[in-house]
């Protein structure tokens, strides 16, 4: 295999278990397993790809794959979609919070993320900011309102550095950034999205306050966000996708050039 087409085009399938025509034309990107089993249950479609590294569900010209975490994986994901070629891809990722005035459960529709990832530079140069497709997040903004929620917005910090909680002079750098939210893939699904002209957003569910000790991520913790919070945000996230695939509405927020 010498293209790059060619070896997605086999690689997709290798790492889902799912051959490319049963790939759906809007993509939902998550980094957990409940969150497929949720999908299941609303959309009455099975889990495919259960030996494979990555699984997917299928259902109404809509799939959701869970690519596991981290910006290595979200990069490759990213890539072997180019197989595919969605028409969106939504990223429903959770995140740590920032600020004293968000809470556990809240939304995070992100206008932009800061390439603390790394792997991004494989694609872009440092200088092209990591951006959502407008369209896109604007649908989602929509969806949310329409169900009667909120949502922030703001900037989101994506690092590849997984347990940073402890390091005091890391949350001052953060602080200094004044972002919204910290996480590990949201900058990356956005930059290698762009860089392989796929339309691309994100939306986060704040899963914990990792600024103060009393507010890290625990087992315990985690499971109460799941329990109350997490339906919401796939039900969300199918909407959206919904409301573009109804409309036959183009998310691609700018012309590509060569």
């Not at 969150?35 to 259960?50: A, N, T, W």
């Not at 922030?152 to 005091?168: A, L, M």
């Not at 956005?190 to 994100?202: C, E, S, Y």
Request: glycine residues 8%; aromatic residues 8%; charged residues 20%.
């Amino acid at each position: 295999m010498r293209t790059k087409s060619e070896i997605i085009r086999d690689w997709l399938p290798r790492y889902t278990g799912t051959p490319l025509e049963a790939f759906g034309q809007y993509v939902l990107l998550t980094n957990f397993r409940n969150y497929l089993d949720i999908f299941s249950e609303i959309s009455g479609g099975s889990v495919q790809g259960q030996d494979r590294a990555m699984q997917t569900i299928t259902a109404e010209n809509i799939t959701m794959v869970n690519f596991t975490m981290g910006s290595a994986n979200a990069a490759t994901i990213m890539d072997l979609l180019g197989a595919v070629m969605p028409r969106a891809v939504l990223f429903l990722g959770k995140c740590g919070g920032l600020k004293n005035k968000t809470r556990v459960g809240d939304l995070v529709l992100p206008i932009a993320a800061i390439r603390g990832d790394g792997t991004s530079n494989d694609y872009m140069p440092p200088e092209v900011p990591a951006l959502p497709a407008f369209n896109l997040q604007k649908a989602v903004s929509s969806t949310i309102r329409a169900q009667g929620f909120d949502y922030w917005t703001g900037t989101v910090y994506t690092t590849n550095r997984r347990v940073w909680e402890h390091d005091e002079t890391f949350k001052a750098y953060m602080r200094q950034l004044r972002c919204m939210a910290v996480d590990m893939e949201t900058a990356t699904v956005l930059t290698v999205g762009f860089a392989n002209r796929i339309p691309t957003g994100a939306l986060l569910l704040v899963s914990d306050q990792p600024m103060t000790p009393d507010g890290v991520k625990t087992a315990e913790s985690d499971r109460n966000v799941t329990a109350r919070f997490v339906e919401r945000h796939v039900r969300i996230g199918i909407e959206a996708l919904r409301e573009i695939r109804d409309g036959g509405y183009s998310v691609r927020h700018l012309r590509f050039e060569n």
